[in-house]
Every structure is written in C-alpha cells, then in structure tokens.
C-alpha cells in the first residue's frame, strides 16, 4: 500500500491520541522555556498555506486509500500514514493543529486552514490546537471569534505556573496577567480550554509561590468558563530533562528538585486554595505519581485531598518505596491505597528500608520522571 506524503509534528497531548495531526508551523517560536526539551536544536519557521492545505488533501487521499483496503496489518500501512489509520479506527472525529503555537499565524490563514480541515472530513467535530497565553493574550477577541466560527473547539495552552517569578525563572515568556487575559479569552470566544500546570516547577525554593500563583490564576480563568464546558487543569509534573536549560540550573545549585512527597504536598496545598473552584483535573500522565487524582471540582475536591492525605501520612519508607514502584510502572494506581491488602502489601515490600535507602528510593524515582518524556 502506498499513501501520498505529507508532514507531521513531533507532538501531540495524550487526549489528542486518534486525533489527525495537522502540521501548521514547524517547531516552537519561542524554544526558551528552560526544562522542555522538544525543539531544542531545531528552527522555528512559518508554513505556507497553500503547503498546509495540500497536506489535509493528501492525508485524505490517505484516509480513502486506507478506507478502501480490505486488511489492515503491522507492515501494511505506511509509517507515515500509520496517525491517519489511528484517526479513522478512533472515530474520525477530532483534528489537533501543530506544532507549538499554530495560534502564531494570523486569524484568516489559521481559519482557512481549519475550514479546509473541515470540509475534508465533514466527520470531524472537534479542531484543537497548542497555543502560547503571549499570543493568545495579543489577539483581539474579534479575532478568537473568527477561529471559533472557522470550528477551532479547544485550545490547549500550557500554563505550567501562575506565579510570575516562577514564570520568569523558567523563562516561560509570559506573565500570569497574560495567562488570565489569554485563558477568559478563550473562553469568551465560545472555545473549551485546557491548562497545563507542572507541580515542583517551582523547586523547593518557590514552591509555596509557585501555589499561590497558579491557585490564583486558575480561580480567575475558572470563573469565566461556561458551565457546559468548565476549565480543563491536566497536571504534568516536573521532570529534569538531561540536555535542557534546567538541568543546567540543577547543576549550577540555582534549582532543587521537589521529591514526589514535596510535590504530593504542593498539590494539596493547591486544592486548599482552589476552595469552590469549579473545573475538570486531569492526571492523565505517567510523570504524575498519583493517577486517581482527578474529577470534576469542587464535587471531588474533598477526595482528592483525601488521597493525598493518605499518601502524606505513609510512612516515609513506604511512600518512597510506592513512589519507584509508581515510576517503575509496577504500581500503576495509588488509589489502591485505599485498600487495606494494598496497603498491608506496600508495607511488607517497603519493611526494613532505612533512612539512607529510603533517600535513594525517592531521588531513583524523581530522576526516573524524565523517562517519561
Ligand atoms: S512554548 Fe512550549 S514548546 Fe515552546 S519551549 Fe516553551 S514549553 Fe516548549
């Protein structure tokens, strides 16, 4: 089977799994945030329209030569149209827009763009798209309005942190005023929006700021989203990557890595102050320790600082011994702590670990994060 040829981005978020990948800018315009390692080395540049639309007609001359094959195997669909056979098998449904900031191009080339998506496949019902709050927060909501009505549905923004030293340490190139304006922005246009926060961005230095801030933040964006589609907070824990800015920063003594007790403490203290917050939290990552730390708030507030409550007050043999099963992929659901064989297990397997090993489970398990990513 042959299939026509056409561009894709290195990434996509986890939710956007069968999405098809539509490659409207290559790599990040930005490239400075300190502990991401996606584009690093590589050069940021502009697609021209007319090349972007002949991507969408090949991948749905893909889409039509994958449709009308009688068997699809490993080896029978090409590596590059292997997303396209995802994105059929998964519904066809949903188109994600690439690479880092394709809000970066001007509204009427990014609305074309989604209105060739569109009419190509008439079965997608969801476009979504990385954006910067630098940018987002530039447009004018006449703007935002135009991509909405083009059918652009969610944005998918990574936040990281509302506390602007944090930000500024990391280098995120924008302040939590921007991420406040770009997030209700969002909003007010009609789209769903989903934050990216990373517990431990602030080291054990920041910590607490880095709280206050993302706390605040969130309870402004969260106030301006309808009820049909509240704000949506996926937690992507911080992991230091070997090669980036930050590990530099580890290196050099100017950053400390929080340990998965310090970050389950930081994420308490979050929803301590996210008291009557209404949004959807999501834990749908391997860097995060605790899976099960997710529902719709406040409703399930109470019970995700329940579980934090129980991981807490583990042990600390125990809770470094859960923390490198975790990241060993071995204990794959903490919420199983809830039961008590789970837990009596966790015991025996952590029994007889002292203070010195107990140490070394938990710094294993921080550097094991990056693995992940
Ligand atoms: S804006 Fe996003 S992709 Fe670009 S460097 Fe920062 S985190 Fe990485």
Redesign the pocket.
Known sequence: MTTPSFEQGPIRPPSEAASLLVRVVR???????R??????GSRFSLRALDQVLADVDAMRAAADVLEAATALGPGSVPPEAFQVARFLRGGAGAAFLQ???PCAVTPDKLAAVIEHVRRAFPTVTKVTT?G?AATLARRRPAELALLAAAGLTRVHL?M?SGSDEVLARVD??CTAAQLVTAGRQVLEAGMELCFYVMPGLGGRELAAEHVRGTAAVLREVAAAAPTEHPLVVRLRTTAVVPGTPLADDEAAGHFALPDDVEVAAELHALLEQLDGVRLELRSDHALNLMSDLEGSLPDDRARCLAALDQFLALSPAEQAELALERRLGVFRQPGALLDAQGRLALQRRAAGADEAETAKKLEAAKRFRARFL
């Open positions: 790599n990040c315009s930005w490239n400075r945030c502990f991401c390692p996606v584009y690093k690479d880092a900031d990385y910067r990574g990281e995120k190139g």
